[in-house]
C-alpha cells in the first residue's frame, strides 16, 4: 500500500513529485511541530470577556482549536491534495479579540458569526470562479514577491518566537522598533537553545542529509527538556511577572491527558452584530475580515506552492478551487467553532522543507492535531525556540526566490518591493499585497500602460484601497 506505484501513491501524486512515504510523513510531523504552539496562544488571544462579562474559556478554546485545524488539514489533503496545513489565523483571531473589547454590546457569539458570514461570502466567490480569476490575474512578478514576502515573514516569526528578534518598548528616548535579544544582549537558555538549533540545522542542510529540519527540531526539543528539568527556566510570563530569559510561551514539559472540551462547536450567532451594531457596522467589520482572509491564503498558497515546486510554468497551482474551496470553508467552520477564521499557516513552509510535496503530509498534520486534542505533551513539549531554527532556514530558502523579479521594470520592481518588505514589517501578508496591488496599477498608469493592467487588478486595487481607508471611514461615519 505503501509502495510507489500504489493507489495511494497514484492518488497524491507522490512519486509524480519526486517525493517518498517518509518526506510525507517526516514533513507532516515537522509542519505540525512547527505550528503546534496555535492551540496554547488561541486561547491566550481569545480569553478576554465581551460586553456581557462571558469568555469563551481556555480550555474550550485549545480543545476545538486542535479539532478544527485537524479536520481542515486532513480535508485540505484529501480533497486539495496539497502539503498546506490549517489553523486558527494569527491576524483575524487578533481583529475579532480587539473588536469584541471595544464595541459595547457585541457578543462572542456575534463576532462568530460575522467571521462565518465573511467565510460563505468568500466560498461564494470561490464557486463562481471569482477568486481563482484574482490569482490568475496577478502578474508574475508580484506572485514573486509574495513568495519573497511569506520567506521574510516567516523568517521573522521564527526570530520574534525564539527571543532572538524582540520589540523595544515605546519608552522616550527609543529610536529603533526592534532589538537584538534583551537590551541588545542574547541572554538565557532558551535563545542558547535556538541558536544550537540553528546551527545545526544549518549544518544538516548544507550536508543534505535527509529530515535535516525535523532532526533539527527533535534534538532543539531534547535539550529544550533537559535544560529546563534541571534548571527550572518556566516561561517568559507566567500571567503575573515577566521572565526575559525565559521560554516564549511554552516552557517544555510533560502534562496530564485531558478530555476535550468541544462545547462551543455551533454557539455563532451569524446576524447578532447586525442586531447590535447596525447594519452599516457591521458590514464594515466583516468586509475587513473577508479582505484579510480572501488574500491572506492567496498569497501563503503562492508562496508554499512555489516552494514545494507544485506550481507549473504559467504560474497555475493545481487544484487551486479545491486549495481555495477549504480554505473558506476554514472561515465558516473556525467561526461557527468560536475560534475565528482557520487559513492556510506560513508554518506550513517547515514541512515543505522536510520535504513535503502532496497532500498525504497534511493527513499526517491534521490527525496530530486530533490527537493533540487528548495529550496536551505534543503541544508543551515542544518550545517555540525549537522549532524557530526550522521557519529561519525555509524563509532562507524562500527568499532566495528574489532573482526571478525583472528589477529593470520599476512597474514591477517597486510594487515588488513594497510588497516584500511590507509584509514582514506590518506582520500582515494582506498589507503586503495591498501596498503591492495598489502600486502596481497607479505605476502602470502613470508609465501610461494601463491598458497592461488587467481589469480584475482595478477591482483588486480598488477594494484595498478601502481597506486601508477603513479608519477614516469608521471615524466619519462615529463607527468604534
Known amino acids: 500500500m505503501l509502495k510507489q506505484g500504489s493507489a495511494l501513491d497514484r492518488y497524491f501524486k507522490i512519486s509524480e513529485r519526486g517525493s517518498n512515504f517518509s518526506r510525507e510523513i517526516r514533513g507532516g510531523f515537522a509542519t505540525f511541530f512547527a505550528m503546534s504552539y496555535i492551540v496554547v496562544l488561541n486561547p491566550l488571544i481569545l480569553s478576554g470577556p465581551d460586553s456581557t462579562g462571558t469568555t469563551l474559556g481556555f480550555a474550550a478554546v485549545a480543545a476545538v482549536t486542535a479539532f478544527v485545524a485537524g479536520i481542515l488539514t486532513i480535508l485540505m489533503g484529501a480533497w486539495a491534495k496539497h502539503p498546506f496545513a490549517l489553523a486558527t489565523g494569527l491576524g483575524v483571531n487578533a481583529f475579532v479579540a480587539v473588536t469584541v473589547a471595544t464595541n459595547p454590546g457585541l457578543s462572542w457569539p456575534d463576532m462568530m458569526g460575522l467571521v462565518m458570514l465573511s467565510g460563505i461570502t468568500m466560498l461564494i466567490l470561490v464557486l463562481t470562479g471569482f477568486r481563482t480569476a484574482v490569482f490568475k490575474a496577478v502578474p508574475e512578478g508580484l506572485k514573486t514577491a509574495i513568495v519573497v514576502g511569506i520567506g521574510l515573514f516567516i523568517a521573522l516569526i521564527g526570530l520574534v518566537n525564539a527571543g532572538f528578534v524582540r520589540r523595544i518598548p515605546d519608552v522616550a528616548g527609543t529610536t529603533v522598533p526592534v532589538g537584538l535579544g534583551f537590551d541588545g544582549k542574547l541572554l538565557g537558555w532558551p535563545t542558547f537553545v535556538f541558536v544550537f538549533g540553528l546551527i545545526l540545522t544549518i549544518a544538516l542542510v548544507v550536508r543534505k542529509v535527509k529530515g535535516a529540519i525535523l532532526i533539527g527540531i527533535v534534538a532543539s526539543t531534547i535539550l529544550s527538556v533537559i535544560l529546563e528539568s534541571t534548571l527550572h527556566i518556566g516561561p517568559s510570563f507566567d500571567g503575573k511577572t515577566h521572565n526575559p530569559q525565559g521560554w516564549s510561551l511554552v516552557a ?200 497592461e493592467v488587467h481589469p480584475l487588478m482595478w477591482v483588486v486595487a480598488a477594494a484595498f484601497t478601502l481597506f486601508f481607508a477603513i479608519g477614516p471611514i469608521e471615524a466619519a461615519l462615529g463607527i468604534h
Do not use: C
Open 252 to 451: 517544555p514539559k510533560f502534562s496530564e491527558w485531558a478530555a476535550p472540551d468541544l462545547s462551543l462547536i455551533g454557539k455563532a450567532n451569524p446576524f447578532g452584530a447586525f442586531e447590535h451594531l447596525g447594519f452599516v457596522a457591521a458590514t464594515l467589520l466583516a468586509f475587513v475580515i473577508l479582505l484579510s482572509i480572501f488574500f491572506d491564503a492567496m498569497g501563503t498558497m503562492v508562496g508554499l506552492a512555489t516552494e514545494a515546486g507544485t506550481i507549473d510554468k504559467d504560474g497555475n497551482i493545481p487544484n487551486v478551487d479545491r486549495v481555495l474551496q477549504v480554505d473558506a470553508l476554514g472561515a465558516i467552520i473556525g467561526g461557527g467553532a468560536s475560534v475565528s477564521s482557520n487559513q492556510i499557516y506560513v508554518e506550513s513552509g517547515a514541512g515543505i522543507g522536510e520535504g513535503a510535496r502532496t497532500g498525504l503530509a497534511s493527513i499526517v498534520t491534521g490527525l496530530l492535531f486530533l490527537v493533540a486534542m487528548f495529550f496536551t505533551p505534543l503541544i508543551n513539549l515542544v518550545p517555540f525556540e525549537a522549532v524557530a531554527p526550522a521557519l529561519v532556514i525555509v524563509g532562507f530558502m524562500m527568499v532566495s526566490q528574489v532573482g526571478k523579479i525583472d528589477w529593470q521594470d520599476w512597474g514591477i520592481a517597486i510594487p515588488a518591493f513594497l510588497t516584500f518588505t511590507l509584509m514582514p514589517f506590518t506582520y500582515s501578508i494582506a498589507n503586503g499585497l495591498g501596498a503591492g496591488f495598489i502600486s502596481f496599477v497607479l505605476i502602470r498608469l502613470f508609465q501610461g500602460r494601463a491598458r
